[in-house]
């Protein structure tokens, strides 16, 4: 079994669109996609293929996780700032008044 270096798999370096159309081709035909891999390309191609599209599947998941995180909290915020009680918000145009009372008697 050799060593992986994943700065010389040349799957790595191809571009987004080749990339995609080479997710896509192996995806849509999985099992059959991977024999024909092995039988034109050898072992070594193959895993290289296999990885980089490992790779590229594992970081566009972390991205969308990152997107999707990102909208729930600022939905959670939003609802939060907006369902807020009248008490607890800050009137800026009212002065300042203590709370003691001077009541006069007759």
């Known amino acids: ?8 798999n040349p799957y790595l370096k191809l571009g987004f669109w ?3 159309a080479l997710s ?3 995806l849509l035909f999985f099992p059959w ?3 024909i891999c092995l039988v034109l390309y050898g072992v070594e191609e193959t895993k290289l293929i296999i990885l980089a599209l490992i790779e590229d599947f594992v970081k ?3 991205l969308l ?3 999707i995180a ?3 909290i600022t939905a959670i915020v939003s609802i939060v700032m907006w369902l807020k009680s009248p008490d607890e918000t800050i009137d800026a145009d009212s002065k300042f008044t203590s709370g003691i009372t001077l009541h006069r008697q007759n």
Do not use: E, N
């Open 33 to 35: 996609s991977i024999l």
């Open 70 to 72: 990102t909208i729930v």
């Open 65 to 67: 996780m990152a997107i």
């Open 24 to 26: 896509v081709i192996m």
């Open 60 to 62: 566009t998941f972390l």
């Open 18 to 20: 080749k990339l995609f």
């Open 1 to 8: 079994m050799s060593y992986y270096d994943r700065k010389s």
